[in-house]
């Protein structure tokens, strides 16, 4: 297109960096502030493609001099960089230190537009295009700053997140170490290796099991398989069997099991199954575990036949509950 414009290269790249920079905005400004669907935006956009195209068909018939679109373009910036303030301080809800990041480059911004509008008017083209192109850096550099401002807040945020977390599963892991089961289970050993050393060592196994499971379960942060927590169920109330004898059965109807399930979400229903419900009745208390599929959805079932409780008291409790 050079000898069409009849301009130099250097005058060409001037203007053309012109051109695009409010396309550059536009851009930047449809992705950052989530404006597709502004018709602010679509206006501007199909104002700004008809005048690119314009420039051309108007210059390949000599009708006029390329370079005195300039002004147009120059338009369409300011128009740009308005709506971009306006998103940014006025629609975007963002701290204030942001907003003080955003002013510096936006200041620069405007004066380099306004010194291009007077070297213009001046008829100064020697460095025609040079200012805006470094106001558009100084933007760009301001978005820098404040997304780097932004990973640094995201960071620490994450760090007290994480040191809240590491806290709750040290509290978690502190409810899972039932001092009375621990006890109980400790108990039943010793008296064990007096009349049933074979037992009291398989005791001892399940035992070590258990607290491997519990740690392993402990440190997992996504979901684990339903069959790991299934095992770690079962050794649960293995040990549970040999604390308290036959007067506790455990009964599975697992029909489904091909499923995903956050760490301890069932064994800690088994267990307040077993406490408050079938250790404290009469008689034989069953717990029962059942999975089954139904209309797309899983569902996991919990069931004992233990003293349960008077579901009129609820109102009445001040207790929090908080393990579940």
Do not use: W
């Amino acid at each position: 297109f050079l000898p069409v414009f009849s301009v130099n290269i250097r005058d060409y790249i001037k203007v053309f960096s012109l051109t695009v920079m409010p396309m550059i905005l536009i851009l930047y400004s449809k992705d950052k502030y989530y404006i597709r669907e502004s018709v602010a935006y679509k206006l501007q956009m199909i104002i700004y493609l008809i005048s690119f195209i314009l420039s051309f068909i108007l210059q390949l018939l000599g009708i006029t001099e390329f370079v005195e679109l300039i002004p147009l373009m120059i338009s369409l910036m300011i128009i740009t960089t308005i709506y971009i303030i306006y998103n940014v301080f006025f629609k975007e809800k963002l701290p204030i230190k942001y907003k003080i990041i955003y002013g510096c480059g936006f200041t620069i911004l405007i004066f380099c537009i306004v010194k291009e509008m007077i070297m213009y008017t001046n008829n100064e083209f020697n460095f025609l295009g040079m200012y805006i192109r470094s106001g558009g850096i100084c933007f760009l550099f301001s978005q820098l700053t404040v997304e780097l401002v932004k990973l640094s807040d995201e960071l620490r945020e994450q760090k007290i997140i994480n040191t809240q977390l590491e806290e709750c599963r040290i509290k978690v892991m502190s409810r899972q170490m039932e001092s009375h089961f621990f006890s109980n289970v400790l108990i039943t050993i010793q008296d064990l290796c007096y009349t049933e050393p074979e037992l009291a060592a398989d005791t001892i196994g399940l035992f070590y099991s258990y607290l491997r499971s519990n740690m392993n379960l402990l440190e997992q942060s996504g979901t684990i398989s339903f069959s790991y927590e299934r095992d770690y169920i079962l050794t649960y109330m293995k040990i549970q069997r040999i604390c308290f004898g036959e007067e506790i059965e455990y009964v599975e109807d697992i029909k489904f099991d091909d499923i995903k399930i956050p760490p301890l979400t069932i064994q800690p229903l088994i267990e307040n199954a077993f406490r408050h419900g079938v250790r404290k009745r009469s008689g034989i208390g069953i717990i029962k575990l059942s999975t089954f599929c139904e209309y797309e959805n899983i569902f996991i079932l919990i069931e004992d036949n233990g003293v349960g409780f008077d579901i009129n008291k609820l109102n009445d409790l001040q207790c929090v509950f908080s393990s579940t």
